[in-house]
């Protein structure tokens, strides 16, 4: 008869947390039966090995947890799958930023006879090269992943998991083999993968997304990139910038959510750059023709005009949806919102159900980003631990638009400021200016500018930063710390024209 380990909670001399096992007989692993009365596999079972995830397996480990993290990637239409590691690792924040790298590279190279280095022009882009290198530094992420937890004695479970009930998970394997598995604490880090419009004809057989763009061996050719997102705007950056024909197409206005005048200069800049934008117009067919090439048919919604182009990929970045539905979360009582389908959750990330969790991407009213997924993990396992009542602050965090020219801010947009302020009672310094590298090759610096967004009465406390310009996370992140923390704001203004190097005159206010 098997024995299993109920853990008790036990602070030793060194105020150090351990976990005590309690021998109980009479468990059977895996059971539903044995879940029901109590008696659990694990003290923490994580399901989803994304940043989130992983951090909090690691962290509760290390605090002296039992821990599982289950974890499998379903193919994308097109097939591409991929290991350990989540979207950002994997089909996100590191393929994205390194091919971000190889598109400034090879502007780069076009300015390095402004400083003297003989380099014959054009200098030809290997896609081939460059996916093979990226694809193995990702490849080693994952494998680096699975070491860690190997380290930490967390147990991986490569099996698509469903709740059978509140404690306990079914995961099937590739192969169809079921394994049960239950926890006296479930976390749910699941993400969230792109959106498919299935109600355009071709759109699910021909297209791809960003599930698949990081992992084509051969390049994608003239490209469609069909949306507004952030996502939309960084891969037809990076396409551009690898000098393949791209087209933009928007049905309303650029990167919704974020400043809209910042957003206004993004795409004048990328479209200075050579992306071409479709604007105010929506796809409503994709065929195949006899050659391979695909044929679409749009709208454009200010004429009622009927359109068509032919493309060698068509890139769908039209959102993300949660990966909640294969879950069966109704099994646990976990209640989800209607219009997202994402996981409600509170400020501790607990969800309907006492002892599940939900953190990252696919919880209600949190940012999609992994440094928040990351830290909201690990402070949840130190609660779970009893080592820190602390709880993640979700307001103020920085973020970076790695299109062509970097776009990144902190706090509140402008609209934003205004509709919670009144406008009234806000004032915006701005100022154009010229980065110092882009004086030697003559670049043109028409689009890089600076906002902060503040109140206007004394002390006017910075509301938002606003930066677009070359290196914009380094710099944002920066500024990020001031106005997190209220002492220092005073001296953000003579920061900021410092850090510009001379290239910005004074601020203007509005």
Partial sequence: ???????????????????????????????????????????????GGGSGGLACAKEAAQLGMKVAVVDYVEPSPRGTRWGLGGTCVNVGCIPKKLIHQAALLGGMIRDAPHYGWDVAQPVLHDWRKMAEAVQNYVKSLNWGHRVQLQDRKVKYFNIKASFVNEHTICGVTKGGKETLLSAEHIVIATGGRPKYPTHIEGA??????????????????????????????????????????????????????????????????????????????????????????????????????????????????????????????????????????????????????????????????????????????????RRLCGQSLDVMDYSNVPTTVFTPLEYGCVGLSEEEAMARHGEEHVEVYHAYYKPLEFTVAERDASQCYIKMVCLRKPPQLVLGLHFLGPNAGEVTQGFALGIKVPGPQACLEPLLMESLGGGAGPPTSR
């Fill in 204 to 381: 699910l057989e021909y297209g791809i997304t960003s599930d698949d763009i990081f992992w084509l061996k051969e390049s994608p050719g003239k490209t469609l990139v069909v949306g507004a997102s952030y996502v939309a705007l960084e891969c037809a950056g990076f396409l551009t910038g690898l000098g393949l024909d791209t087209t933009v197409m928007m049905r309303s206005i650029p990167l919704r959510g974020f400043d809209q005048q910042m957003s206004s200069l993004v795409t004048e800049y990328m479209a200075s750059q050579g992306t071409r934008f479709l604007k105010h117009c929506t796809p409503s067919r994709v065929q195949k023709l006899p050659d391979g090439q695909l044929q679409v048919t749009w709208e454009d919604l200010t004429s009622g005009r009927e359109n068509m182009g032919t493309f060698s990929t068509v890139l769908w970045a039209i959102g993300r949806i949660p990966e909640t539905r294969s879950l069966n979360l109704e099994n646990a009582g976990i209640n989800t919102s209607p219009n997202s389908q994402k996981i409600l959750v509170d400020a501790q990330e607990v969800t309907s159900v006492p002892h599940i969790y939900a953190i990252g991407d696919v919880a209600e009213g949190r940012p999609e980003l992994t440094p928040t997924a990351i830290m909201a993990g690990k402070l949840l396992a």
């Fill in 1 to 47: 008869m098997a024995v299993m380990a109920m853990a008790a909670a036990l602070r030793g001399p060194s105020g150090r947390f351990r976990w005590r096992t309690q021998a109980t007989a009479g468990g059977v692993r895996g059971s539903a039966r044995g879940a029901a009365a109590g008696r659990q596999d694990y003290n923490l079972l994580v399901i």
